[in-house]
């Protein structure tokens, strides 16, 4: 990796690559700015996440062709959850001088190459170019920012206003898998050696933790959904374009503060059943009782899916598509009127009470 | 600064007292991602920088206000630099401990209320909505991701690639202040107190460099140019408009490599005059010869000027605008074929020669 514009190029030649599925595009990476046509009756969309390493990931633990993989999907969810069509991305990267060498380096080399792949692979799958982003050096830890545009036909993005009482809450998968792998991360638990590649390793692995037999797939299974979440792309894509969902966002910050949110602009009431929400089976790697269970999965966050508000009248179409996504969908719970203010409720055995509301906040203290 | 979603609720609040010039904005901050209508005929561009505490910037000399101006001045200058108009912006931020706090901490709140003055002053005069952005806690370095939307007529975006042999090579401004700026604050010099606030600094200041007269303006000057750049947003976009410039480029990596970059884009080779270049005074601060202030001034790089291809038989009508526009506007060379490969040479006292190109590579070892 010689220099700068070196690494650039090589980038460039793997983004010209990519299907060319974006026939709007005037120019991408190589000029001071990318451009693309724009055309009446549509509307862009466009979202940012950033992930900073020691904060948002370790790369003691994730394996970088799925850090590649994550840094695109966290945004192609965003676009799903407003019903748009991811198009085109941007990457920027702070990168530290373990990860880059003025002469050729295996490790450096070896953690790009995965890094891409994983990067390209998720974007070639949804047909998202890459068009653009910017590389700076950093004094020791890999920052990443991640864009994607997408787009939508006019007024059929999914906000997080249009809930309304009487509307059905649904979500798609499960929920608590991936705070489940986080925590067996934490705790020392690695993916296994197929994914994994010594070269890489910024710290030595601390010794996987004693598993045996199915448990050991399901810590693995857990730690794959934190640190490689699939995005729900085709399925969010399609409730925009059918404008099936009255609200829709995704569960990154934990169901609760998620549908929190929808309440809030919505200025409406959630009642979600306690039997009703998909808790994940790795759930049951980290906690012990069933209410535990229940309050990581619907505090946990980073699960990706898609958590939205719909006229449970279209309810057998939405489980056919969902279907077609081959996606679990579930209906948790339902919209009510805010009285006398937005708030999460949960049922639970005939009563209902309030659900504390528990999310992921970067300023508080860990 | 209790949470996250409090200090974006802040930002928010100051976005939405923006004018409104952005009519096709549908959305800004507050859902999964930004919307807005396109429109047949026209083409949206987008640009992003970023700029990493300790490698782009130290938190030691950059006073937060100048700062926030830097940030978007930097994309600003990218969208100038194609010929178009800034529409909207997105900003990321990688927040370290001692510019957060959960309780109101004086220090933090000061540099964010310093930081976002910049930053929205900027973004007023150019008629620039900020519609999103992300923020991440950092271990202890502040990153920034400065993402820009423009937008141009269909086909009007001026590229790197259009110079032909008999155009004429112009720059406005003058090259070298930035480059001149950056030497003297990394031997200690600081700007002076009317801009600084004690408040905001990480470490004790250095002394300033003893000074006298003249020269401590000067100094300032130079500091100024390199720490709150003024991007040429409104020249950049009438040449786009008025179809004026063949090829453009902003000078962020130097004279010398940013018109090496139209030479190989275009396929052409350009030759500078010695004597036309316009060497900041400043440059004299921190080099004894003119030769080496020839050199910094077209390797020094951050200068946010505009370097652009044009017809010479427009050069009236060029001066003009750049008269309207307050700039300097100076002729510095012309395009030749490249023969037998694109370069960027140096015609000196009637001898040509080969310029050596140097300009940042963020991978050099520094």
């Not at 030649?13 to 709007?24: I, V």
């Not at 920027?92 to 990168?95: E, Y």
């Not at 549908?259 to 009642?271: F, K, N, Y």
């Given at each position: ?7 650039i190029?090589?980038?460039r ?12 595009l ?11 046509r ?34 695109l999907?966290?945004?192609?969810s ?13 990457l920027?990267?702070?990168?530290p ?6 002469i ?19 974007a ?15 004094p ?21 206003n ?44 601390a ?5 045996e037999?199915g448990t ?6 857990a ?35 998620d ?13 979600i ?22 309050d ?8 990706f ?20 996504c ?12 805010a009285?006398?203010s937005p ?16 999310g992921f906040?970067?300023?508080?203290t860990?």
């Open positions: 990796m010689p220099s700068e514009f070196d690494f190029q090589t980038i030649q793997q983004a010209a690559k990519q299907a060319q599925s974006a026939g709007d005037v120019f991408g990476i190589g000029d001071d700015a990318a451009i693309w724009e055309q009446t009756g549509r509307e862009t969309l466009i979202t940012v996440d950033l992930l900073v390493e020691d904060v948002d990931f370790k790369l003691d633990y994730a394996p970088p062709r799925w850090l590649g993989h994550k840094a999907a966290v945004s192609l965003d676009i799903a959850a407003m019903g748009g069509k991811p198009k085109f991305a941007l920027t990267l702070a990168i001088p373990d990860l880059k060498s003025q050729s380096n295996l490790k450096s080399e070896i953690f790009w190459e995965e890094f891409f792949a994983g990067y390209f692979t998720l070639e799958k949804h047909r998202v170019q890459l068009i653009g982003g910017d590389i700076s050096s950093a020791d830890r890999l920052t990443i920012d991640s864009i994607v545009i997408g787009q939508c036909q006019a007024g059929r993005a999914v906000r997080r249009g809930a309304k009482a009487g509307d059905a809450i649904y979500v798609t998968g499960s929920l608590g898998a991936s705070a489940a792998g986080l925590k067996l991360l934490l705790n020392g638990a690695r993916v296994g050696d197929a994914v994994r590649s010594p070269a890489f390793r910024r710290q030595t692995f010794s996987e933790s004693p598993t037999g050991t797939n399901a810590i693995q299974s730690m794959r959904a934190h640190l490689k979440p699939e995005p729900r792309v085709e399925f969010g894509q399609r409730l925009g374009e059918l404008s099936l969902a009255n609200a829709m966002i995704d569960v990154s910050d934990g169901l609760a503060q549908l929190a949110h929808i309440c809030e602009d919505s200025g409406v009431s959630a009642v059943d306690f039997d009703a929400v998909p808790v994940a089976a790795e759930i049951s790697l980290v906690t012990v009782t069933p209410d535990d269970g229940f990581l999965a619907v505090s946990g966050g980073e699960d899916e898609l958590l939205f508000i719909a006229d449970p009248k279209n309810e057998v179409a939405l489980m056919a598509f969902a279907a077609d081959q996606l679990r969908l579930t209906r948790i719970g339902e919209i009510i009127s009285d006398p708030s999460v409720l949960l049922r639970r055995a005939g009563t209902v009470m309030a659900l504390p509301i528990r906040d970067h300023f508080a860990q």
